[in-house]
Nanobody, 124 residues
């Protein structure tokens, strides 16, 4: 199983980025997919997650109304559309998969597989 995130980069505050997470040897329809982020010197924090079917989503309060998570199970790809970016959104963004979950979790320990991360830098 491999997850590969892409789409990070440098953007000015107020701008947008779209992250993608492609899965290999994995069935996205069996997994809750999530995005977490980690800023330098800080712990990894939950950003957003989406259910196996894609019908249910969950967001951190800090990104509600600005970020949107989606997935295309046929393409084994998850996305994170990030709008109205702020400097505090900067960090390395990781996608993660939780197989056969009981709920959509915000806890890192629940997720079975992780990608290597993509760096997002928002300048003020």
């Amino acid at each position: 199983v491999q997850l590969q995130a892409s789409g990070g980069g440098l953007v000015q505050a107020g701008g947008s980025l779209r992250l993608s997470c492609v899965g290999y040897d994995i069935e996205f329809s069996d997994a809750v997919m999530a995005w977490f982020r980690q800023a330098p010197g800080r712990g990894r924090e939950f950003v957003a997650a989406i259910s196996q079917s894609g019908r249910t989503t969950k967001y951190a309060d800090s990104v509600k109304g600005r970020f949107a998570i989606s997935k295309d199970n046929a393409k084994n790809t998850a996305y994170l559309q990030m709008n109205t970016l702020k400097p505090e959104d900067s960090g390395t963004y990781y996608c993660a998969a939780d197989f056969y979950p009981r709920e959509i979790s915000t806890r890192t320990s629940v997720y079975d597989y992780w990608g290597p991360g993509t760096l997002v830098t928002v300048s003020s």
